[in-house]
């Protein structure tokens, strides 16, 4: 045995190679094995209420104050640089549809998902990779308890039913918040911006953010609460696992936005091939 | 869920297993081809070096950790081919002491030491506060401590709450991970006289993993003493010394003599030259 590890000093830049890339599918297949078992407990047995009320009002609750502060400032500056451009063309009446159908179909769900990342995924991550560190999971589980079921799928309920409420909120307040520069500091013509907002952005189309955040909170929570259960030791392991949850989490919600944006205006034109040219 | 009644054997028969037992950490490989078996009611001392597989080979006992190679059993059950259900059952019947005592530092003490009973409904919820109130009382906790955080706590009282909640679950076999590090020479023996009345007045089993040697005379029936393999000799087993505590002083092999005289001989020379590194 001692030969072995002999040899493994000594490896090459090839076998270093091959060595990263081992880990890497077996973090992916680690993940996908994760969450399998969070989804799975889900199914299996609903965590009580004592456990999850906690965990609902740091979601959700806690974070109602940042998620309305950011939406309202993304309708502001929306309304802010859009204005001089619209106003060249003549077309000032039409910034409240251009405003709100940015924030319902894109920015307010992509920013109250990146809020939680940063307020909430990161602080599950570190909550749970300090778990780790001081034994607290294994201490869960030498209990009887699965540690996945008690830890973890509170925590994906509370992203994923909360989230959806969230962006609602940051919609709603950007909304406003575009509403209120456009109409009072630029002078658009009220019942006009509105008129436009009416007549550009639907049901569907607020629908289709409320969709896409559903996977926003499934992929946060998943993300965040794998990385805290696999830190390493140290200040320096949990502080990296927190890191690396908002980082994973943010480029997952993108590649997420992408994915499903695509897809969304796919069966909303197969459905109705005649508004396929609005899209 | 209803717990699992231990069947009644005889006291010879080995409670926990272990089998030609291998234990790898990606290409650190830390326990080989160990074989030891612990008896109902006795109480087993590991000690050996730091890193060299104690708390391992405890967690591998509840399975916490899926040995690389081999066996571990209990009460006569490959714990390996157990589902999650029956493997949550059996772990009902083991009481742990984490080294650092691993309290839930979000729940109160209250919540802590009735953690178990409440989330397997053990018990009814109206006898809890009796409950936790007996087992403070046990590891001679006063009261109005219940409804602290663990961060309020000094080190030795985390400890004695770590065991109040591992005693919760009337365990049949208990875990004690380094049960006195950390603590003054008074509180580390107040633990050791904890030990010793939980054996006694309880009939469990029990693993005790320890540099301290003051722990392993006062409470361990019986002593393993393990060896870091990277600094064994090819072909050597790593179970160095398996006997009785009187019996360390007089061990035939010197690396047990050492460990228990606590002598750092050649290691200072061997460490500053990269040998022995583990």
């Known amino acids: ?279 | 869920m209803t717990r699992v009644e231990a069947p009644a054997r005889g006291p010879d028969e080995s409670v926990v297993e272990m089998i030609d037992l291998s234990m790898r950490f990606r290409q650190h490989l830390v326990l080989r081809d160990i074989d030891l078996r612990i008896k109902r009611g006795e109480t087993l001392a590991i000690i050996g070096e730091s890193g060299c597989g104690k708390t391992v080979m405890l967690k591998l006992m509840i399975a916490l950790l899926k040995p690389s190679q081999g066996v571990v059993k209990f009460d006569g059950q490959d714990l390996s081919r157990l589902n999650e259900k029956d493997l949550s059952q059996t772990r009902l019947r083991f009481g742990f002491l984490f080294q650092m005592a691993a309290l839930f530092d979000s729940l109160t003490i209250f919540d802590n030491v009735a953690f178990g009973p409440r989330e397997h409904k053990l018990f009814p919820t109206e006898d809890l506060p009796r409950l936790v109130h007996e087992r403070l009382t046990e590891v001679g906790l006063p009261e109005g401590l219940e409804s602290k955080k663990p961060a309020e706590l000094s080190g030795g009282q985390r400890k004695r709450v770590g065991l109040a909640r591992a005693l919760a679950l009337n365990p049949e076999v208990m875990l004690y991970d380094e049960p006195t590090t950390g603590l003054d020479p008074i509180m580390s023996d107040v633990i050791n006289e904890l030990i010793l009345q939980t054996q006694r007045t309880k009939k469990t089993t029990g693993v005790v993993v320890t540099h301290d040697m003051k722990t392993v005379l006062k409470v361990a029936d019986r002593v393993v003493m393990l060896y870091p393999i990277a600094r064994l000799k090819p072909g050597e087993p790593q179970i160095l010394y398996d006997g009785s505590p009187e019996g360390l002083e007089k061990a035939a092999d010197p690396r047990v003599r050492q460990f228990v005289q606590g002598e750092a001989g050649e290691r200072l020379r061997e460490l500053a030259q990269g040998r022995g590194e583990l």
Request: aromatic residues 10%.
């Open chain 1, 1 to 279: 045995m001692a030969d072995v590890s002999a040899n493994l000093a000594h490896l090459t830049p090839v076998h270093r190679l091959g060595e990263q890339a081992f880990d890497l599918v077996a973090e992916i297949g680690n993940m996908a094995i994760f969450s399998g078992s969070a989804l799975a407990w889900m199914m299996r047995k609903r965590p009580s209420w004592a456990n999850m009320l906690p965990n609902f009002y740091t979601i959700g609750v806690s974070s109602v104050p940042v998620v309305a502060i950011t939406g309202t400032f993304i309708g502001m500056v929306l309304a802010v640089q859009a204005y001089t451009s619209f106003a060249q063309m003549g077309l000032a009446t039409r910034l409240g549809s251009v405003i709100n159908i940015s924030l319902v179909k894109e920015l307010g769900p992509v920013l109250a998902a990146t809020m939680l990342a940063g307020r909430v995924g990161s602080s599950m991550a570190a909550e749970l990779g300090t778990m780790r560190v001081t034994e607290q999971i294994d201490a869960l589980a030498a209990l009887g308890t699965n540690p996945i079921h008690y830890l973890v799928t509170p925590r994906f309920l509370g992203c994923f039913l909360l989230i959806p409420l969230l962006t609602l909120m940051a919609d709603f307040m950007g909304v406003i918040g575009g509403a209120v520069v456009s109409t009072q500091l630029m002078g658009v013509d009220s019942f006009a911006y509105w008129k436009h907002s009416r007549e550009f952005v639907g049901g569907v189309d607020v629908l289709a953010g409320v969709f896409k955040s559903f996977f926003f909170g499934a992929a946060i929570a998943l993300i965040s609460c794998h990385r805290g259960f696999h830190s390493r030791a140290g200040a320096e392991g949990v502080g990296r696992a927190a890191t690396e949850a908002f980082v994973y989490s943010f480029i997952a919600i993108l590649f997420l936005d992408f994915t499903i944006g695509i897809a969304w205006n796919n069966v909303y034109a197969t459905i109705w091939p005649q508004s396929a040219t609005l899209l």
